[in-house]
């Protein structure tokens, strides 16, 4: 793919620039679940209104989320249930040339708006150390929530193409080979043959979303890494909310 990518003609690029995440912490999100065959058709689209980030040549980047919940599934139920104001907490290690870890917790405020509270962490700190320490508590405090109710529910890669726009703010990623896996269970492929395409902007992107919409013929769509690899992963789980993504993507 990033060898597609490069072969774009017309695509510029921009470095990713230290601290440029702090822009995108507080945002609306819009996201779209798309073909895989028209990733390059989007990428040739998007080369006129925005940079393809690079870091030392490199414009894909692998992710590595691992996620924390509650023994009764708190946070994968606020989300299943419709909740306006939810939750995630995970720890992110992603490679920008070199390996970085953060612990964050990612809340949707009034149904709309994502903010997201990130710390950087040593990569080496093993994840319960992490949730006991005083950054993470500081956090989970303020969900009057306790480290020991929580615990590792699943492990999520994907690689990741972002992009930002050369005159907004608007960002936008393309993830793919998305995997989970529950525990030191198998990983497994979650949306075969498609990709996300994720839009972030500080207030709603009209004229990108239209574009999407008409031109690649797909339509907004509800979908949370963590959720849908849970109900893919684990049937016992409610499934109400997910299951035409379910029966249409995976």
């Known amino acids: 793919m990033q060898k597609i990518v490069k072969n774009i003609d017309g695509l510029d690029f921009v470095g990713i620039q230290k601290g440029t995440d702090s822009l995108f912490l507080s945002r609306k999100d819009y996201k779209f679940v798309l073909p895989v065959e028209k990733m390059e058709d989007v990428i040739s689209y998007l080369k006129t209104d925005f940079f393809c980030n690079e870091f030392e040549e490199e414009c894909v980047f692998q992710y590595h989320n691992i996620y924390f919940d509650t023994n009764d599934f708190k946070f994968f139920n606020q989300h299943r249930q419709g909740k306006y104001n939810r939750i995630k907490i995970r720890i992110r290690n992603y490679k920008n040339g070199k ?29 319960e150390n992490t949730l006991r320490s005083n950054i993470a508590l500081k956090h989970l405090d303020r969900y009057n929530l306790n480290s020991t109710e929580l615990s590792q529910k699943t492990h999520i890669t994907y690689n990741r193409i972002s992009f930002v726009s ?23 492929e979650i949306i075969p043959g498609f990709f996300i395409l994720e839009v972030k902007s500080s207030k709603y992107p009209g004229k990108i979303i239209s574009t999407l919409i008409r031109n690649f013929k797909t339509r907004k769509v509800s979908f949370s890494k963590y959720c849908v690899s849970l109900c893919k992963l684990n049937r016992e789980l409610k499934q109400n909310n997910w299951k035409q993504v379910l029966k249409k993507y995976t």
């Open 99 to 127: 390996q970085n870890s953060f612990f964050e917790c990612k809340r949707k405020v009034n149904g709309e708006n994502t903010k997201k509270e990130r710390v950087k962490i040593d990569a080496g700190q093993s994840h």
């Open 166 to 188: 050369k005159l907004s703010d608007i960002r936008i990623s393309i993830d793919f080979d998305l995997c989970a896996k529950l525990g030191e269970g198998e990983n497994k």
